[in-house]
Structure formats: structure tokens, C-alpha cells
């Protein structure tokens, strides 16, 4: 089995930045595209960005493209959100995930481990 626990939340002011944290235990993390997902109260829970098994490959919402990046440390078994400029929109609980095999990297049914969640809180 794999889990997945976030860390790095917590309540910034609008403009500023947080990184957020997954760390996976299991087996053969690094074979495995990584993804973050975030859902505020009452709102469905949306794509963030993702990243391929090597790092060569990410890609991001169009909501947070420019201001936030995912990265991984595979000899950590650690993935990375970096989020700077963050809006008060940006609110929300962000969770990382591990992707399977053939789907898209934006669907969150594609994922099939996740973790508790982190919760980011952007005052204005």
C-alpha cells in the first residue's frame, strides 16, 4: 500500500507564498506521475498541477499557472507545491495523490492514493 501525508498549510496573507509537502512511503514511489488537487467549502475538488515519475514533465491549472510549481524529490519520496502570490482564492484543503496508469493527469478519478489533505488559508 501507499500513503501519503501533506504538510506546509497553514494561513498566509494574499501575496504571499507557502510550500506544501507530500510524503509518500510504498513501494516504487518514483514510477508514478504525482498530482495536487485542492477543494474549498461547498466547491468541487479541482486539479492543481501534477509531475511525471522523472520531473521532466508538468503541467498546471490555468487558475494557478505562473504563480505556483510542483517539483518532486524522488530520493525523498517527496513532492512539492511551491505556491507564491497566493489570492485568498486559493483558499482551500490541498491534497496530493498518485496517479495510475491511462488517464488524464487533470481527472481526479485517474488517482488512486491520497493523502489527508493540508488546509491553506489566504487572507485579504
Known amino acids: 500500500q501507499v500513503q501519503l501525508v501533506e504538510s506546509g498549510g497553514g494561513l498566509v496573507q494574499a501575496g504571499g507564498s507557502l510550500r506544501l509537502s507530500c510524503a509518500a512511503s510504498?513501494?516504487?514511489?518514483?514510477?508514478?506521475?504525482m498530482g495536487w488537487f485542492r477543494q474549498a467549502p461547498g466547491k468541487e475538488r479541482e486539479f492543481v498541477a501534477a509531475i511525471s515519475w522523472s520531473g521532466d514533465s508538468t503541467t498546471y491549472a490555468d487558475s494557478v499557472k505562473g504563480r505556483f510549481t510542483v517539483s518532486r524529490a524522488n530520493a525523498k519520496n517527496t513532492v512539492y507545491l511551491q505556491m507564491n502570490s497566493l489570492k485568498p482564492d486559493d483558499t482551500a484543503v490541498y491534497y496530493c495523490?498518485?496517479?495510475?496508469?491511462?488517464?488524464?493527469?487533470?481527472?481526479?478519478?485517474?488517482?488512486?492514493?491520497w493523502g489527508q489533505g493540508t488546509q491553506v488559508t489566504v487572507s485579504s
Open positions: 510504498g513501494r516504487a514511489f518514483s514510477s508514478y506521475t
Open positions: 495523490a498518485r496517479k495510475v496508469g491511462g488517464s488524464s493527469w487533470s481527472n481526479a478519478y485517474g488517482y488512486n492514493y
